[in-house]
């Protein structure tokens, strides 16, 4: 008989939103080792992860049961837990993938299985300022990845600008994005600076630059925190729900809408994952990666990804990604009017061009989720065959090739607005159904395949 996972959805939801606010920009979620010339100390997400699984272990070292380390690596998080650790009950420090014995190493290599989820937000890079534009100092800034794509929802504005051929001035159509306000942050000298300034996004609409096929976005707006901002700076959004705390009377534990949901609700769930199967003596281990990967191809941190799977899974691995779905795409969940509980197992990502194992996804379906809805009923979980985006299995598919997906999904299904990226808004009962998944799966492969014995 298997145990239930039980999971204070009050602290699940407060742990979200901590990790929602915190800056993770792509490629600057995690140092690249103890020698990262960027910075001296730990960027803001390694420090935040750090204090979620500090918790963690007060409780699990008062449970008496083992607890979680955190190793970093090339930019990326990898999260062991059902460690012996000697020295019980210290503060927890992330440590250097370099400083691990080789003894260590094999024993992590042999936990069968590892959840997958992207640390990363929406990031742009400051390029030039726009000297064409003649209403106060504007910057162009290049998206790094999928920016949110609905714009225009606030008031269109005009500006004015000088024409690039015959230098005349004319106006500019600009409509800001989905939640437009961005906060600028940015490394100086060995030093990641949180909060360098504020300004807003706007995403420039006409006829011409659609011809060109190039999308350009621009920061208004600007302020700046007594640092000047620069170009190379980065910009991040700026919204969420901790803004609305107080005015949402009773909504504590309701729909969670936040920037940066993707997928820092995968990250959640997969830590939280690892700590239950600590908690049941079980090894397992979880990638937290820089970047989403392949998004875009030619600058993506994902080829990282594959040096933290050399060193850190067998070839044989069972990875269980965790990312967000689109809600407007959801056509099988048509007539649903919220946000959904269930979590979502699916067979393949991007219709069959992105990763995704079918003998995988059939045991999940088969196996595993007949045994969840004996042990928690109907609403745990479904399967799903609808669109869903590559997530980070692009680059690491090829050799790791065992791949399931236990997903969330952005908002009310067939919501025109529901998309990652754009207005994001999750469940939080959905996030519990995906650990309790997570948890039951790891336990299944553990017994049917490589049972990943000896501590480390
Ligand atoms: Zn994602």
């Not at 942050?185 to 600076?193: A, C, D, T």
């Not at 994952?273 to 030619?298: C, F, I, M, W, Y």
């Not at 997903?407 to 990226?421: F, I, K, M, R, Y």
Request: with cysteine; net charge neutral; glycine share 8%.
């Amino acid at each position: 008989m298997l145990a239930r996972v039980e999971v204070n959805i009050r602290k699940l939801h407060e742990n979200l939103l901590e990790l929602c606010k915190t800056s993770g920009p792509t490629q600057a979620c995690v140092r690249m080792s103890e020698k990262d010339a960027r910075v001296k100390t730990d960027l803001p997400m390694e420090t935040k992860i750090k204090e979620i699984v500090q918790e963690f272990n007060e409780e699990l070292t008062g449970d008496r049961k083992p607890s979680l380390r955190i190793v970093r690596h090339m930019g990326n998080l990898v999260v062991i837990g059902g460690v012996e650790v000697a020295n019980r009950g210290q503060k927890l420090e992330i440590e250097n993938a370099s400083e691990l014995s080789e003894h260590e190493i094999k024993a992590i290599r042999k936990i069968p299985v590892v959840f997958g989820a992207h640390l990363d937000e929406i990031t742009y890079i400051i390029a030039n300022r726009e000297s064409s534009i003649l209403d106060g100092k504007v910057y162009r800034i290049l998206p790094i990845c999928n920016p949110p794509k609905i714009f225009g929802v606030g008031p269109i504005r005009k500006i004015r600008c000088e024409d690039e051929r015959d230098k005349k001035p004319k106006m500019l159509i600009v409509g800001h994005v989905f939640n437009p306000e961005g906060r600028v942050v940015g490394f100086r000298s060995g030093e990641f600076k949180d909060n360098i300034g504020t300004g807003e996004v706007y995403k420039v609409d006409i006829e011409e630059e659609k011809k060109r096929m190039s999308e350009k976005y621009l920061l208004l707006k600007l302020e700046s925190k007594n640092v000047e901002i620069r170009k190379g700076d980065m910009v991040i959004q700026d919204y969420g729900d901790w803004k609305e705390k107080d005015t949402r009377r009773g909504n504590s534990c309701g729909v969670v809408r936040s920037k940066a949901l993707d997928d820092r609700v995968g990250c959640i769930a997969a830590i939280y994952a690892v700590k239950e199967l600590s908690r049941r003596g079980v090894l397992s281990k979880a990638v937290l990666t820089s970047s989403e990967e392949g998004v875009p191809s030619d600058i993506s941190w994902g080829r990282l990804v594959q040096a933290t799977y050399s060193e850190f899974c067998t070839d044989d691995i069972i990875t269980l990604i965790c990312d967000g779905m689109d809600g407007r795409e959801l056509t099988e969940f048509k007539g649903e009017r919220r946000e959904l509980s269930k979590a979502l197992i699916i067979p393949y990502t991007s219709y069959g061009k992105g990763g995704g194992d079918v003998g995988i996804f059939s045991l999940l379906r088969d196996e595993i989720l007949r045994k969840l809805e004996r042990l928690y009923g109907k609403r745990i979980a479904a399967t799903s065959t609808d669109y869903s985006s590559r997530s980070y299995d692009v680059k690491v598919m090829d050799r790791w090739t065992l791949i399931g997906f236990v997903q969330w999904t952005c908002g009310v299904p067939l919501d025109e607005s529901a998309a990652c990226h754009n207005e994001e808004t999750v469940n939080p009962t959905q996030i519990v159904n995906i650990i309790r998944v997570l948890v039951h799966s790891a336990e299944y492969f553990h017994k049917t395949g490589n049972k990943g014995q000896g501590g480390c």
